[in-house]
């Protein structure tokens, strides 16, 4: 945008039209100028915008206020879900709290009690960690048992 | 059946000069504005049914420029006080009351554009010219109002070609009247950006209507 074409744009937006007028001295700065008028008259030329009259004011109101309701609640955000979300939640801690304090005993490791292999020649072993880990195994001197 | 004009911006000089109004004390608006906003905030319905009231037109005009359609323009406008109402709480006040309106109105229009919601029309039962300000019935020249109708209808078809912030500035220049300085906080930029977009769609718009046949190659 040339500077010429902004010092008329600006005074011709603005309440200068006679600066406008007169910055406009030249061929080209006067077509430039009858340009603008001749956008804005073709501007001028449609219709009014329609308008809300005081009249209709309380159905637009009422519009504005149906819509706040609307959105405030929506499908999901009804306070009702909130309360069965919440309810949910709380029983299931409860039931969580409720299942680890009553349970009878703590879980033991299993105890090996007695351990046999069909295996000729094959002996068993068991052996119980102090963490509770049994292991068994199965040793056999001849034979490759895989 | 009479319809009540909307205030003038423009009027002739003189010497026939078409110039703006001289703007309304802007100051005691804005002081009012601003108790109003703070009352709102605090949830006094009552006071933001009176901006409503105050700014329905500004917002109703705006969005009817972009979507042209009396129904539409009435749903969006309602969806922008909706918006509002649910924002004020971020309104700092160091933009007018109006032109942050303005701005989520514009802001509205271009998501219902985007979503292609609207069928715009070129004309929507139009009662009056801003120029003839005659109501429709006798007395009016029809060879003056078919032209009218026709450069009417070449400028928003030119309007149509605009991207949307040309658009805007165009819009918001030509039709709304506002100034620079009001524009640039509406369209959230700068004056020289406001100058430059509206520069462009002035030259597109020119470029559009000379396809169409409207103006002289100069």
């Known amino acids: 945008m040339k500077r010429w074409q902004k010092e008329i744009a600006r005074r011709f937006d603005g309440a200068e039209q006679d600066a406008a007028q007169a910055l406009a001295t030249t061929p080209e700065t006067r077509a430039y100028l009858d340009g603008l008028r001749q956008l804005r008259l073709g501007a001028r030329s449609l219709p009014n915008a329609p308008h809300i009259a005081d009249a209709q004011f309380p159905a637009f109101m009422e519009g504005i206020r149906e819509g706040m309701a609307a959105g405030r609640h929506g499908m999901w955000g009804h306070p009702i879900w909130a309360m069965v979300s919440l309810s949910a939640a709380a029983f299931l801690v409860a039931f969580s709290v409720f299942m680890v304090w009553n349970q009878a005993g703590a879980v033991s490791a299993s105890v090996v009690e007695k351990a046999t292999t069909e295996i000729q020649g094959a002996t068993v072993n068991a052996y119980t960690s102090e963490s509770g880990t049994a292991v068994v195994w199965v040793e056999s001197a001849q034979v490759d048992l895989w | ?218």
């Open chain 2, 1 to 218: 059946m009479s319809v009540a004009l909307d205030t003038a911006l423009w009027y002739e000089d003189l010497t026939g000069v078409p110039r703006m109004q001289d703007p309304a004390p802007v100051q005691m608006v804005e002081d009012t504005d601003a108790a109003l906003v703070a009352r709102a905030r605090t949830g006094d319905f009552a006071a933001f049914e009176t901006l409503v009231r105050a700014y329905r037109n500004e917002v109703y005009r705006l969005a009817y420029h972009f979507v042209r359609d009396r129904e539409e323009a009435w749903d969006v406008s309602q969806e922008v006080f909706i918006k509002v109402y649910r924002s004020l709480g971020s309104f700092r006040g160091e933009a007018s009351f109006k032109t942050w309106l303005m701005r989520i109105t514009a802001n509205q229009c271009k998501d219902y554009l985007k979503k292609g919601r609207v069928k715009t029309v070129e004309y929507n039962d139009a009662v009056e010219t801003q120029e003839s300000g005659e109501t429709s019935g006798s007395g009016r020249d029809p060879a003056r109002d078919a032209q009218a109708k026709e450069i009417g209808g070449a400028i928003l078809k030119a309007l149509d070609r605009l991207s949307m912030k040309h658009r805007t500035a165009f819009i918001l220049r030509e039709f709304e009247g506002l100034s620079y300085e009001e524009m640039a906080q509406v369209m959230g930029c700068t004056i020289g950006t406001v100058m430059s977009r509206l520069h462009h769609a002035r030259k597109r718009m020119q470029a559009s209507l000379r396809k169409l046949g409207f103006t002289e190659e100069k």
